[in-house]
């Protein structure tokens, strides 16, 4: 009896820490292969510090198309990811080459493979996800499909497979199973398959659509593994089409985006979903008369605002509306950016990050851009959508990774809380001018997460707000800004150092100063380049060894981060150009 309680007690710990280290979904992982080219990278993009970095792997040997999911360790590290054809590991190792892989050796995965390249990765979006296997400490589900020619003469999804991977903290992995059945074959799958934490705040609802249909099928992620849960139908068919599904921050919400024809148009398909039970209820389907592909959708991090785009336009619908429908707001049309040599920048899937703000990739295969909507949590007006506004300077294949939101916890008190588990809140926010040209008008963003029911800010200037995200005038000086959250189980509190300058002072301050730091230096295996005033741009970088030979020249973004392990040890000199035409050297010494 006392060996059991230990055991029941052992449990409760690790599932209270499994919800309070929640760095999961914080890099992204995107790109072509790069094999040392100048022209493709594999690309993770780090939101940990909640603003985006890119860390280039130009010598990672893979590709990442439209099919793509990733998962990172508790420290925010990307430790494990696919494109629906292989599974990869740390520095890209490969820990199987073939997943999916049937029709003894033809069909729908030869389709998407060359002989002189490699694998090129699986077109559906949405088409694989990875995921924690409850109280399996290190241990993953990788899910993914499997596709078989339709009457209509298109490959359509047909079954869902799993693999199971476990990851040693040394950097080792071990692929205990691949291409298990998980559910009914034959049955024509709509296009992607999604993923929201159950009410129990340990568990995972699994969820995909039967296509042309009203019907769905619930999979349920255990300790004992993935299982189909049930069945279920909502009240009308549902038009299989080309487009993105998503769940909403607190999976209360989900919403699918079926771009169907020019006949039909475009449908969006909102529906409740129930933690608990498993099951959606349909709330309202919306038609756009435009039919645009690999179109997107996505709901603000409050679950207020739903958006989606027919890669013209972007519009807004607001969740608390009398009127869903016709709540629909024009956000912005396409400005017709076009990117150099390439294609027009239009507006495809869209992905919520752990940075609160909603990013939009192109439906141009190879483009080198991204939309930002900056404020999601605000009217169509003022949610601040920036078109191109990130600059990737290499090509991502229309990649945007697969993520649920790792930081949800149970329902407390709901009929499904029956585990012990409890919302322990975790302060977390971010700040920026209001105003470009404004450094004393800063709006702060709320990104805590665990349920918080109560905001207390704390300004360091005296004043104080109990508003999610406000925003603050200050004065010139130096403020030790607070946030803490709290609800009826804990509380907990973030800090950080703010100063305002006067602008005359900042000013001449960003005219002397130089902007870039490298570090470190000495380095081992990667350099970090950041902008002290935090702004994206892009610079060439070029590396030069002691014999003045040029062995390194890429165009980046900043901040980045550069992985360079092959670079022999020795004294090199880095030279920035920045876009402003300003000029930076540094010796730097690689140990």
């Known amino acids: 009896m006392i060996k059991r309680k230990i055991l029941i007690f052992l449990s409760l710990i690790s599932l ?40 280039w792997h130009f010598f990672e040997d893979l590709s990442i198309a439209e099919t793509c999911s990733n998962i990172c360790n508790a420290n925010g590290d990307a430790i494990l990811w696919t494109n629906g054809m292989q599974i990869f590991g740390i520095h890209g190792s490969h820990i199987t080459d073939t997943i999916a892989y049937f029709n003894n050796g033809s069909g729908y995965w030869n389709n998407f493979f ?44 047909s079954e869902y497979l799993s693999a199971r991977v476990y990851y040693d903290e040394s950097g080792g992995y ?35 659509f039967e296509e042309d249909s009203p019907r769905y099928y619930s999979f349920l992620l255990n300790p004992d593994g993935i299982s189909l849960d049930h069945t279920g139908e909502v009240d009308i068919p549902i038009l299989e089409g080309v487009g993105d599904n998503s769940f909403s921050s607190h999976g209360n919400y989900f919403a699918r985006m079926d771009a169907n024809s020019t006949i039909y148009g475009q449908n969006v398909t909102l529906y409740s979903f129930d933690r608990c039970s498993g099951d959606f209820n349909r709330i309202a389907t919306i038609n756009n008369p435009e039919a645009g592909f690999f179109t997107g959708v996505s709901f603000s991090p409050s679950e207020q605002y739903l958006y989606a785009d027919d890669n013209s336009h972007l519009w807004q619908w607001d969740l608390k509306a009398q009127d869903i429908a016709a709540s629909q707001t024009l956000v912005d049309t396409f400005d017709g950016f076009i990117q150099p040599g390439w294609f027009g920048m239009y507006f495809g899937p869209l992905i919520e990050a752990s940075d609160g703000r909603i990013y939009i990739v192109p439906p141009a295969g190879s483009s080198e851009f991204m939309h930002v909507i900056d404020r999601p949590d605000l009217p169509a007006a003022e949610c601040r959508f920036k078109q191109h506004y990130i600059n990737l300077t290499k090509p991502n294949g229309r990649s945007a990774p697969n993520l649920p939101n790792y930081r949800l916890g149970p329902i407390d008190g709901s009929p499904c809380d029956t585990l012990g588990l409890n919302n322990l809140p975790i302060a977390r926010w971010r700040r920026e001018p209001d105003q470009s040209g404004f450094p004393q ?4 963003t709320d990104l805590s997460y665990f349920d918080p029911h109560m905001w207390h800010w704390d300004f360091g200037d005296g004043s104080a707000s109990n508003t999610p995200s406000p925003l603050h005038t200050f004065e010139p000086g130096l403020y030790k800004v607070c946030l803490t959250v709290s609800n009826d189980y804990a509380s907990d509190s973030t800090c950080q150092w703010i100063e305002i300058l006067p602008t005359s002072v900042q000013e001449v301050e960003n005219k002397n100063t130089p902007d870039i730091s490298i570090l470190p230096n ?9 902008s002290e005033s935090g702004t994206f741009r892009s610079a060439e970088i070029q590396l030069y060894d002691i014999h003045g030979r040029i062995v390194f020249n890429h165009e980046l973004l900043i901040p980045s981060k ?30």
Request: proline share 6%.
């Open 114 to 157: 060359l002989d002189d390249y490699g694998a090129l990765g699986f077109p559906e979006h949405d088409g694989a996800l990875i995921l924690p296997i409850p109280e399996h400490l290190n241990e993953y589900l990788v899910l993914y499909h499997s596709s078989e020619m339709h009457p209509t003469n298109i490959y359509q999804i």
């Open 562 to 591: 550069i992985f360079l392990p092959d670079f022999p040890p020795g004294v090199y000199l880095c030279t920035i150009k920045d876009d402003d035409g300003s000029v930076r050297s540094v010796k730097l010494m690689k140990e």
């Open 16 to 55: 209270q820490i499994t919800l309070l280290a929640q760095f999961e979904g914080d890099k992204w992982v995107i790109g072509y292969t790069g094999k040392g080219s100048h022209d493709y990278s594999v690309m993770h993009l780090n939101f940990s510090k909640l603003k985006m970095k890119i860390e």
């Open 441 to 444: 008008f800063i709006r702060f």
């Open 522 to 530: 000495p380095f081992t295996d990667q350099l970090i380049i950041e």
């Open 174 to 208: 071990n692929l205990m199973y691949k291409d298990s059945l998980i559910g009914p074959k034959h049955k024509w799958f709509t296009g992607s398959v999604n993923a929201t934490r159950h009410a129990n705040g340990r568990d995972w609802w699994i969820e995909a």
